[in-house]
Each structure stands twice: as C-alpha cells, then as structure tokens.
C-alpha cells in the first residue's frame, strides 16, 4: 500500500495555499512562531511555552503504507483532531522516513514530500505545532534479511549496500534494543554514517535539506509559524568507537559537527529562525549503571536559540523485568529528569524530552500507570509531591514532552517482517514486539484512549505570561481501581484541601512578564467549564465565563483548531509580579466565604515561600 503516490513518477507539487489563515477559534496571541530566549521556548508575546504530545507515529518505522505516519490524510486529520481533544496535546514529533525520501540516491522523491507535507498540515491545521524528525532504529530495516528476528528503519537499502555489512546476528538478546551494541552489522553502519563513509552522511544532509525547503515552500506562512524546528537523527549512537575514543569525545568530535552540518542546511533552507532539536549519546542518561555513557553535549558550550536539547527517557529497569520490582512512586524520576533541566541550562537552551513510555502489553505492563504517572509528575516539577508544598520554589522550570507514541492502526496493523509474507505482523505497533501506542481504533473506526484518560489529559501551563516558577498538578489517575494521589494538598491549608476535596487540581505560580497577551492552561475534558474552580490573586470563579480580554482576568475560551478543547486563560496588567492559580474539579458550587479563604491560605502561602 502506498497510500496514492510513487516514487519517482509524481508530479509538480501543489502551490502553496494564497491566504494564510490561522486555525479555528485562534485568538490574537495565537499563532506566533516558536524562539528559544533565556532557556526557554517563547512565543511572540513573549510567554513562556511548554509543548506537551506524542510521536506520530512508530508507522513511519513500518512499510505498509509507504513510511508515512497514516494511511491517507483523512486518517492524520481524525488523529489531530482526538489528540488535541483526547489527549490535551499542543505538539507532536512527526516522524519522516530517510528511505522514503530518498529511495534512489541522490533522488529525492517529491510524491512523498507532498504525503508528509499534507498529512503534517492536517495537525497545523488542528492548532498543533510540528516538529518533523527524521528516524532511525538500528540503521536501516535493510540489514535485516527475512528471516530475522529483528528489524530496523530509517536509511535506505543503497545506503545499506554502499557497505559491506556482516550478516546480520544479535546473539542472545532478550530486547531489540540490544542490537545497537551488539549486532556488528548494525554497529558498522552506525560507525560509517557518522565518519561518512561512502557519502553518506553529504547525501543525508542534502536531503534533510531537500525535505525542509520543500516544506517552507508548500506550507503556508501561518502553517510554516506552527512548524517547532527539527529534529534531525534519532537516538544517535556511535556504532563502536575508534581507539582511544570516549563517548564523550564522540559527541564532541563527531556528533556535535553533524549537528552544526544540519544547522547550516536549516539555515539555507529558509529555516534560519527555527531550533534544531538535537540529541546527545542515547546512553547519556540510561538509568542501568552498565548502560550508562558519559555524554550529554558536555563540551558545546551554550547552544543558544539555534539548538534545543532534546532528549529520551525509558525506566530500563522496569521494562526489564528484573532490575525494578513492584511498581513506581512517587518521586520515582525527579532525578532523573532534574538531569535533563539541569544540562539544558548549563547548555543555556530549553530542554525537550522527545520520547518517553512504557509497554502496555506483555509481563511489565502492570507498571505503565505508575511509570507514567511518575514521568508526567518529573516534567511539572522536578520534587516529588511530598515535598512539593514545603519547598515550591526548587519545583524548576516546566518541562516539555512528546510521550511515544500515538497510532491509530495499533493491534490493526498488516505489515510483513522484512517484506517476508510468511511473517504478517498485527498486534501492537507491529515492530520488534513493541506495544506502546496511547491509542487506537475502535470497532466503530473512532479513537480510543487506551490509557487512563485521567494521566494524558493533563492540567498544565501552554503559555506563561513571564516566568513559570512551580508547577505541580495532581490527576488522581488510577492503577487500576486504585487513585494514586501523590501530592495531597497538606493540612496546613484546610479550606484549599476542602475546596479541593477528592478532585483533580493544579496549582501554577509566575512571575509576569511584560507581554500584553495572557498565561493559558490546557483545561483537561474532565475539567468542564460548568464545574471547574479557579483561586487565583488575580481574581476567584466557579463555572469561569468566556474569554473576552483583560478585563475577564478568569477566563475560558476554545483552543485553536475546533477541536472542542478548552484553555484557562489568566490575563495580568503588571510586570515583575508574582501571581498563582489554582484550578480544580473538585468543588461544587463553592461558597463565596470558602472561595476567600481558601485565596487567603494560598496567597500567605505564595508570600512565605516564593
């Protein structure tokens, strides 16, 4: 299936559309590119913006239909639509096939730009920004014979037979990902992709560059603004190293050289004032003591407004099995994720966490809820809830996140293993016994959450208007029919826990800055407008009414794209002011006296510690 183009034969590209328009229900603040200032990312008012989503998707990996994300446009604008509106995302990472893109080399097939570029539209469209990556596990699915136990994607197979590969063997490995260091053939390619041998590190570029002009040139201007940046090579490894050589030492003398290549071609292909969105050793931050690799960009300096650290995070341990009995808790990645905020700012740029999950099927899924949980809990803040009332001022800057993945086709797939027709795979996402996907399709063709809706879609700031200082919000998800409430709000404040009751709420404290525009929160579909409580120094509501500017400081209004999802909206006239909000569904009717006092405990509560 090849989803109606072909490699070679398609013809001219579509013209651009004549009159840029934003999404549905844009507001005036909407819509503004993307720039990394301070170590954050801002947007044109000058806010503080955290983009939260998924990869779309792991069916880039698969050759049914043709290493696009979906099977046809229809299908990417029915999965923008649910994940705005199911899964409360503001940002995906849009996977890109090197083997589509150039399958002939030095051939770049513009029937398959055009897919992307139309099937990445339908997400702009939807108010969602973009940021395309061009993919990779284990090199290339074309080291892999039929027969194989595993499989690989991203380069194409002339890429493959420049080299002199071995065949291809893992030896006993219990996990795909044991490939990367243990399989020679993958372990040579890797290594002659990064010395470029056989030109094929020059012919990668001119065609990431390729891809990127194509993109500016055929998405509008208000579509291209949506476009994030780049990321431009998945979970880079060096294959094996040469003598005397570090991981360290890689990064810097390797890596990091191949990044500044990709910024130049970014910048000639009208790219100049967007990220790329790069990645360190994948063994940087390994949580498996053996696993683990000196690295993390360590000798770049400050990376400034052109780059975004971006990163991946995986529990090894519990994925093993073995090495994390029972399940996560509270706290359980604050470390592990502090890494990630701490190295983004001694790199002097905003931090990213590209992928991170957990199985949904198989013997470790038991632990998905609580792994989860605790991965969504480390990107608010960086202190577990025990501690997050006693000392919000250490909660850090709010991390931004795209957990993998999103597919539509889960459990519904038909691709054949290394082209083998004897090896049809259908279950999960259909590639190296992975089951990750927070979606799928119904009977009925609809999307599915196949997570707790609870855990996706989250409370959380979309844009601050000047510095985000602490952040935590509790969802109450469940494991199973247990709620896992981590941060409690403590007895020392009993009219905001009366308030709260056994509710979900999320407590958000800034520092204005100088914009005119407003701080947003994604308002979760279990926090309906009818029912949701807002305390805040900027004024108190029960059922807040509809944004109609500065002089509804409490306010709701539609999220761009007619999805039907919600935003708070907290709109300040001053600079340099602390400011907090709290936001809950656990209220009914609250009186105005509680309202006021539960205002009084959170502001004496903001002055002692902030």
């Known amino acids: 299936m090849r989803c109606g183009f072909s490699s070679g034969g398609a013809g001219p590209p579509p013209p651009p559309a004549a009159t840029p328009a934003l999404p549905a229900d844009s507001l005036w603040f909407d819509g503004a590119p993307l720039t990394v200032q301070g170590g954050r990312f801002t947007d044109g008012q000058g806010r503080e913006i955290v983009l939260r989503g998924y990869n779309v998707s792991g069916e880039t990996k698969l050759e049914e239909n043709g290493g696009l994300p979906f099977a046809s446009v229809a ?50 469209d939807a108010g969602i920004r973009v940021f395309p990556d061009f993919h990779q596990d284990l090199y290339s699915r074309h080291l892999f014979s039929g027969g194989s136990w595993y499989t690989g994607d991203g380069a194409p197979k ?26 020679a053939a993958v372990q040579q390619a890797q290594y002659d ?63 990091w050289p191949f990044y500044e290549r990709f910024r130049a071609r970014m910048d000639a292909a009208g790219w100049q004032d967007k990220p790329a969105f790069v990645e ?64 983004a700012a001694a790199a002097g740029t905003a931090a990213v966490v590209g992928e991170f999950g957990h199985p949904l099927s198989g013997t470790v899924s038991d632990k998905a809820p609580t792994v989860l949980k605790a991965m969504y809990q480390a990107l608010d803040s960086r202190l577990p809830g025990a501690s997050w009332w006693t000392n919000p001022a250490a909660s850090g800057p709010v991390l931004s ?50 997570q707790d809706a609870r855990l996706l879609d989250r409370l959380y700031p979309s844009a601050t208007a000047g510095t985000a200082l602490a952040f935590t919000y509790e969802d109450r998800s469940r494991d199973g029919s247990t709620t896992l409430t981590w941060n409690p709000v403590p007895s020392a404040l009993p009219d905001v826990a009366k308030l709260v009751g056994s509710g979900q709420y999320g407590l ?68 340099g002011v602390l400011h907090y909000a709290l936001v809950t569904n656990g209220a009914t009717a609250p009186s105005a006296d509680l309202l006021g006092a539960a205002k009084s405990e959170l502001a004496a509560w903001a002055a002692v510690h902030f």
């Open 75 to 124: 299908d990417a604008g029915k999965s923008a639509s649910a994940l705005r509106a199911l899964g409360g995302a503001n940002t995906v990472r849009f996977l890109l096939s090197w083997a589509h893109a150039e399958p002939v080399r030095g051939q770049v097939d513009t029937g398959y730009l055009a897919a992307v570029t139309e099937q990445m539209r339908a997400f702009l």
């Open 158 to 183: 002339w890429a493959v037979q420049a080299g002199s590969y071995p065949a291809e063997s893992c030896g006993i490995c219990l996990f795909w990902g044991q490939n990367i260091t243990q399989n």
């Open 193 to 255: 992709f990064w010395h470029n041998a056989y030109g094929l590190q020059d012919a990668f570029l001119a065609t990431g560059q390729t891809t990127m002009a194509y993109l500016r040139q055929h998405l509008n201007a208000a579509e291209f603004a949506g476009v994030a940046g780049f990321d431009p090579y998945n979970e880079p490894y060096a294959g094996r190293y040469d003598s005397g050589q570090t991981s360290r030492t890689w990064e810097k003398g390797l890596l």
């Open 280 to 343: 360190p050793n994948l063994f940087w931050n390994a949580n498996i003591s053996t696993q683990k690799q000196e690295g993390g960009l360590l000798d770049t300096g400050t990376l400034g407004p052109g780059y975004v650290f971006n990163t991946h995070f995986y529990d090894q341990k519990a994925i093993s099995g073995i090495l994390m009995w029972g399940t996560a808790a509270d706290g359980q990645y604050a470390h592990d994720f502090a890494a990630v905020r701490d190295r």
């Open 401 to 450: 996140g795209t957990q993998w993945q999103w597919d539509l086709y889960n459990g519904r797939h038909h691709e054949l293993m290394n082209g083998n027709r004897d090896k049809v795979l259908t279950s999960g996402d259909a590639w190296n016994d992975e089951d990750l996907s927070a979606v799928r399709l119904d009977d009925s063709g609809n999307v599915a959450l196949r």
């Open 508 to 575: 958000l404290v800034w520092r204005s800055g100088d914009g005119g525009a407003p701080t947003e929160l994604h308002l979760p579909t279990s926090f309906p407008t009818a029912s949701t409580t807002v305390v805040s120094d900027l004024g108190t509501a029960y059922a807040p009414p509809a944004y109609t500017g500065a002089a509804t400081p409490v306010a709701v209004a539609p999220e761009p794209g007619g999805t039907g999802s919600r935003r708070l909206l907290l709109s300040d006239t001053d600079s």
